[in-house]
């Protein structure tokens, strides 16, 4: 008898399981892993923890204080000891981290991973929200907020793109963006976290994101799985703080809030998504069936997978008291279609009971594993989980990012006034003063950033010191607390000015959260939104000096700066510009880049003009303030710049037209100033008459165009039919006979709106 011995290679293939060949299709290495994994393991995949790193941070901040409850920012486990927790990623019980910004921390939890029994790897997940910002080192782009005012998609999928490597260079690999919430309270402190008001461009900057983050398949070593949050409809809470109630029509829903959501799904493929932290018209939206299985997987065909926010789960029971105990709370989430838990331990534990006692379908935990195994093996984990540390220095911070962060920075910063003295030539200036509490600091970084090297960061005073001549440059310093009540360095500032020939003032808010003195910013909500401390008496007094005096406010919302607006000649929107805002300020400033950014958001008089939008139904305004106006300040789609464009002659490619069919609606732009500049073009469409009450006016269209001095172009739009659909009173989608007027122009304003109409029939 004789017996064959099979060479050492063929044998080792002969028992490699099916999902380590990375030969084979994914959905084939999900089902084969699933079939090896115990219910234990396969609900582990469902479970996130905070890094150990953020843990001992947390420990040390606190100093064995207790972490309030509603605090979403520092978190660790008093009952789960940081070797307790390597000791359960060694045996699997641990799906995800957060919350780890060192590659190095990464590489030694992936370690630990690789000692389970299936050794299948941790996928990360972190803020990532304008670049890779909480990570020391890394490339700070604007806000969102900032983004948005671009109305430049290409660009936001580039610095998407970009950030997806800076994030998967230090060991995640998967970011907690894009916000993708419509925001209509200024006082809500995450609006610089969002792209705007408006439902369109929300959706544009919302897909923009997702695709450069996931690339064309979210495949491979180099792309980050992105995620749609909050859903929904947290960003108009009924008193502008974060996690408060919302009660809105599901009209509202479906033509406000949910088309972000319905895009990025559909056309984008987000590959996850987060639940909101507040209830929604008397349910907890991580226990909201009808939005999370019914409306995104069942309508729209989400197949991703959904986590919780900050331990939004245990508030089901504790904040909302819906669920009696923490068992039935984390029933109700799984059930209602929820995948992953942020973060700590007992949902592990809950879910495995609530199986073994038949309260919940071991196929919902199934479906759950499925997907977030699809994840991980779509972005090559199970093939090197590692990171290589010599590629991440090479990767943070170098030089096409730097380039495209200052692009992006000089295309966010919106010019809101100019009497005639930008563009500044600095050779005609012999003593600058510049001040302000957001003058020299890194309040220009904005939320979701924690400290970054001092040599990665342009200031406002280094940016114009560069290109002043620092010699010329007298800089006061106002100190950096936004709410500080300083009348004594009001008037010490306002003496250098009357010494001064001209003066940059720069106030605003402080978004940074690891200082106390924050004022916007995640769970930073306020009553007013008019400047805080004595940030408004410092521009006073010193444009009563007679020195001429720019503001360039800094934040991640509108401001209420109506004296300022009205008395000092030039103000700049300069948002949260990122790692180069003083170089781009200064660009600006002086017309070596011609500004070119609208608001993507209105900017209101007053707290008590909230809501102020510009998309509002037509009897919003029936009847007037009577201690104020009923205007916005500055309106949606509102900025200046250095040339002046002409709008004229707008077509409609014809009078009548099928609801089957599109059409198109060009006008003539022409440059005629004296520079050249880039205008935003917008389309704006109203349906005159409708069987249920339609807004005054909605985005639906906009276009970025460059001419130099006298050079004329046709801008043309189709319009096709989904950008006249609406829901009639039945709630039923599609596009009424009637007729509607099409707008195109600068801004929102009537004023500055060409009109034509256009009649569509059956």
């Given at each position: ?118 050794q299948i790897p941790l996928i990360i997940g972190i ?279 200052l692009e992006a920075a000089e295309k966010s910063i ?349």
């Amino acid at each position: 008898m004789t017996i064959a011995v099979l060479p050492a290679a063929l044998l080792t293939m002969a028992q490699k399981p099916l999902y380590k060949d990375a030969g084979q299709p994914v959905e084939k290495r999900v089902t084969d892993l699933l079939q090896r994994m115990t219910l234990e393991e396969k609900v582990a995949q469902m479970c996130q923890y905070v890094g150990p790193g953020h843990i001992r941070e947390t420990q040390q901040r606190f100093k064995g204080k207790k972490v309030a409850k509603n605090d979403d920012a520092y978190g660790f486990y008093p009952n789960l000891s940081i070797n307790d927790l390597y000791k359960m990623t060694e045996e699997g019980k641990v799906g995800s981290f957060l919350h780890v910004v060192t590659a190095e921390e990464a590489n030694q939890l992936q370690e630990l991973a690789m000692k389970s029994r299936l050794q299948i790897p941790l996928i990360i997940g972190i803020d990532a929200i304008h670049g890779n910002a909480l990570v020391s080192g890394t490339t700070v782009y604007p806000t969102p907020i900032g983004q948005a005012a671009s109305f430049d998609t290409e660009l936001v999928e580039r610095l998407s793109r970009e950030s997806a490597l800076e994030v998967r260079a230090t060991g995640a690999h998967w970011t907690f963006t894009p916000n993708i919430d419509v925001a209509r309270d200024a006082r809500w402190g995450r609006t610089g976290e969002t792209f705007g008001e408006d439902p369109y461009l929300v959706t544009r900057m919302g897909v923009a994101t997702i695709k450069g983050y996931q690339g064309e398949d979210c495949q491979g070593s180099d792309v980050a799985l992105a995620c749609g949050k909050h859903l929904i409809a947290g960003s108009e809470p009924s008193n502008g703080t974060n996690a408060a109630p919302m009660d809105v029509s599901e009209r509202t829903l479906r033509e406000v809030y949910l088309p972000p959501y319905k895009a990025a799904v559909e056309e984008a493929k987000v590959f996850t998504l987060m639940a909101a932290h507040n209830e929604l018209n008397g349910v907890p939206c991580h226990a909201d069936k009808w939005m999370m299985t019914d409306i995104m997987r069942d309508e729209y065909g989400f197949d991703g997978f959904i986590v919780s926010d900050w331990m939004d789960v245990e508030r089901i029971h504790d904040l909302h008291k819906v669920a009696p105990n923490l068992k039935e709370a984390y029933r109700e989430t799984v059930a209602a279609g929820l995948d992953m838990h942020m973060h700590g331990p007992g949902f592990m534990e809950g879910v495995i009971e609530l199986v073994k006692e038949g309260k919940l379908a071991e196929a919902q935990v199934d479906r759950a594993c499925r997907a977030i195994l699809e994840a991980k093996f779509k972005l090559g984990l199970f093939e090197n989980p590692f990171v290589d540390l010599k590629k991440t220095r090479k990767t943070l911070f170098c030089k096409e990012h730097k380039a495209t962060a200052l692009e992006a920075a000089e295309k966010s910063i919106v010019l809101l006034k100019n009497e005639g003295l930008l563009p500044l030539d600095f050779s005609k200036y012999k003593n600058i003063l510049v001040t302000g509490p957001n003058a020299d600091n890194h309040t220009v970084l904005g939320d979701w950033t924690l400290q970054q090297p001092d040599e990665n960061v342009v200031t406002i005073l280094d940016g114009i010191c560069q290109a002043a001549g620092k010699e010329k440059v007298t800089y006061y310093n106002y100190g950096d607390d936004v709410r500080q009540d300083s009348p004594e360095k009001v008037k010490e500032a306002s003496e250098l000015a009357k010494k001064a020939d001209l003066a940059i003032v720069v106030v605003g808010e402080n978004p940074l959260r690891y200082q106390k003195t924050k004022t916007c910013g995640e769970n930073v909500d306020r009553m007013s939104i008019d400047l805080l401390g004595t940030q408004e008496l410092l521009v006073k007094e010193i444009h009563k000096t007679g020195v001429p005096t720019i503001v360039v406010l800094v934040g991640g919302r509108p401001l209420s700066v109506n004296w300022i607006a009205q008395n000092v000649p030039a103000l700049v929107q300069a948002w949260e510009p990122g790692s180069f805002a003083g170089t781009a300020v200064a660009n600006i400033l002086t017309g070596k880049v011609n500004p070119s950014a609208k608001l993507p958001i209105s900017i209101p008089r007053h707290a008590g003009q909230i809501q102020m939008i510009y998309n509002h139904k037509p009897s919003q305004y029936f009847h007037k303030y009577k201690d104020g106006a009923s205007t916005p300040l500055y309106a949606f789609g509102y900025g200046l710049s250095y040339t002046t464009f002409a709008y004229s002659n707008l077509k409609l490619s014809g009078n009548k037209v099928s609801s089957k069919d599109s059409f198109t609606a060009s006008v003539e732009l022409t440059n005629i100033g004296k520079s050249e500049g880039t205008e935003i073009v917008q389309l704006y469409i109203r349906d005159d008459y409708s069987y249920a009450t339609r807004p005054v006016k909605e985005l639906k269209d906009f276009m970025r165009v460059t001419l130099k001095p006298g050079e004329k172009r046709t801008v043309e739009f189709t319009i096709s039919p989904d950008k006249l659909a609406y829901y009639n009173r039945a709630m039923e989608y599609g596009v009424e006979p009637g007729t509607f007027t099409i707008m195109v122009g600068s801004s929102s304003m009537d004023k500055d709106l060409q009109k034509a109409k256009i009649e569509i029939i059956k």
